[in-house]
């Protein structure tokens, strides 16, 4: 779905600041690092009209450290991705 409401809890919970040193085009963390241990990439292609298409289609792809026991970005999925 993409919202990064895992990425804000993830933040919160870890007591990491907001901005990453290495940002995206869009304006988003480019990787997991000190400062974003979860984040959302998004894959787009030609119009995007369709979600999982290789072609005119787009993707959300969830990249996690995996080092909580019990983490934040779970319980604050409103899909339980």
């Known amino acids: 779905m993409g919202c990064k409401a895992c990425v804000a809890a993830c933040k919160q919970a870890n007591n990491n600041r907001r901005n990453s040193p ?3 085009a869009s304006g988003h963390s480019a990787d997991t690092s000190g400062y974003t241990y979860n984040i959302i990439k998004v894959y787009r292609n030609g ?6 298409a290789e ?3 787009y993707a959300f792809m969830k990249i996690s450290c ?7 970005c779970v319980s ?3 899909v339980s991705a």
């Open 22 to 24: 290495r940002r995206t």
């Open 47 to 52: 119009t995007m009209e369709k979600k999982d």
């Open 76 to 78: 604050a999925c409103p």
């Open 55 to 57: 072609v005119n289609g």
């Open 66 to 72: 995996l080092h909580c026991a019990d983490p934040s």
